[in-house]
Each structure stands twice: as C-alpha cells, then as structure tokens.
C-alpha cells in the first residue's frame, strides 16, 4: 500500500475512533444527566405556603425575600412590580409538579417541561438588557447550559449564540420558557436607559458573530473588534456588558460561563423556574 493510501486508511480509523468515543460516551453519560434540580429535599423545602401576610409587610429583610423566591421563583425586582394576587397566582405556577422530557439531537439534548396544551410559564418582567440562562442543555454528559440576551423586550427578541457551525442570531425569547429551567437576570444600579443602550449596541453589533468553545480561554479582552471575535453564548453576553464597564465574570477566570453570569454580583435575580432556589440562592452568595 503506498503512503497516500496508509495516510487515508489512518485518517479513516481517526474519525471512525472519535465516532465510536463520541457514541459511547453519549450512551454511558446522557443517561444520567436527565437530572432535576428540585431535587427530593428541594420539593421537601418548597411545600406552599401563605404568602399573603409577608406580602403585606413595607421592609422585608433578605431571609424574607430568600423565603419568597423559594415559593414563588421571582426576586425582589419583580415582586415590587406585582400585586399580591399576582405573586401568589407564580406561586401556583411555581411550586406545580412537572413532568420533563429530553429533546434535542444526537450529541446535544435539552431537558424541557412538560406542559399541558395551551399552557406557558408566564414571565413576572422582561426589559431590554436582561440575560437568561438555563442549566437544561446537556452534550455527552455536561450539563453546561446556554445564555441569552433580550435586545427587544417589547417584540420579544433574544441575541443567542446557539451552536458551534452557527453564528449568533436573533431569536424569540419564547422559547426560553419551553425549557426545563431558566434564570432571568438584570444588571443592577443601572437606568432602564442605560440597559437598554446595552441592548441596542448587541442587536446592531453582535449578530452574526462566529462560534467558538474556546472564545476568551487564550485571550479575552474587551476591546476585541466585534467584525473579527468568535462568541460562545456565555462570552457573547460578557462581551456587550463588558463594552459599558460592567464585567460580569462571576469568578474572574479565563473562561466566562453561564455559572460565571449566575454568580456575577452585578446583576440581580428577577425570576426563576424549575430550579432548586437553594442551588441559586448559594452561587449567588
């Protein structure tokens, strides 16, 4: 056999070894990530509650909002926004048992809620500027979750980047409530104003951007050209806070992930759904 030949029988068996790695490792690990985060001592902690008579009180005190988050899924922010029926009628909404099922493709699964027809989880509110996260996403065992960036609360639109071979797009942020989970955060000490301006520098500026898992690992900087940078979803968001002064890395290493935006002292929880408060409450600290 001549080289030419030896070469591609070699690249051949490369390929076909990675395809079986690949295979077998998403049919030992896939398995054991349909993992929900309300775990058995979380539904034991989230039993309802009346909420009516903490509703009522003018200066609650941080256990107390804990208390609340963890029977209605809304932060501070979206409780002063609602009346008190409202808050109570998330917490039905909230503490509901779900069913979830795992969707998606072969190597990349989601876990999502199960809901009835014409069902939706609602959301308290959404501003321009907001980030969600979700811990549901899953590849070959890791569950890393994805982030996103409303740049148009108004008409719903959302700056994701999805997946490696795609660039970043503007989607409806609908689906972020068809998920088995979500976190939405907003930038705290900031104007409506200001988070908005944010928002509409994403939508002109970073459409379009190239993925790549590896964005910021060699070199993150924030005055890297927008027409030339690669993003993946965690990195892309850090990216558009980073341009007005807010580094939202929650631990300050190489690598920005979604548990980085989760535990950024920046921002400030405004609702939660299908995920143990206390896993959230405990980053957050």
Not at 61 to 86: H, M, N, Y
Not at 129 to 149: E, M, R, V, Y
Not at 222 to 240: G, I, K, N, P
Request: charged share 25%; net charge negative.
């Amino acid at each position: 056999m001549n080289s030419w030949g030896e070469s591609s029988l070699k690249r051949h068996f490369l390929v076909g070894a990675i395809a079986a790695a690949a295979f077998f490792a998403n049919a030992c690990f896939q398995p054991f990530v349909h993992w929900d985060m309300r775990s058995v001592a979380a539904e034991e902690r989230m039993q309802k509650q009346e909420l009516r008579g903490m509703l009522q009180e003018s200066d609650l005190k941080q256990p107390q909002w804990d208390w609340l988050l963890s029977q209605t899924g809304l932060g501070r922010a979206a409780v002063r926004q609602l009346e008190d029926e409202e808050v109570m009628q998330f917490q039905e909404v909230f503490l509901k048992e779900r069913e979830t099922e795992c969707r998606g493709s072969f190597f990349t699964k989601q876990d999502r809620a199960v809901l009835q027809k014409g069902e939706h989880i609602p959301l308290a509110s959404v501003e321009d500027g907001d980030i969600f996260l979700s811990f549901s996403s899953h590849t070959l065992g890791w569950k890393h979750g994805h982030a996103g960036l409303v740049v148009d609360a108004e008409k719903a639109l959302c700056l994701e980047a999805v997946m490696p071979g795609c660039a970043s797009k503007i989607k409806s942020m609908h689906h972020w409530t068809d998920g088995g989970d979500f976190i939405l955060l907003r930038l705290r000490n900031a104007s409506a104003a200001e988070r908005r301006e944010i928002a509409v520098f994403a939508r002109q500026n970073l459409k379009g951007v190239p993925y790549s898992l590896f964005s910021g690992i060699f070199d993150r900087r924030q005055e890297e050209d927008c027409r030339e940078m690669t993003a993946q979803c965690a990195y892309l968001v850090w990216y558009a806070f980073m341009q007005f002064g807010y580094d939202l890395d929650g631990d300050g290493g190489r690598l920005v992930t979604v548990e980085d935006l989760l535990q950024s002292p920046e921002l400030e929880l405004v609702q939660m759904f299908g995920v143990d408060p206390q896993y959230v409450m405990e980053k957050r600290r």
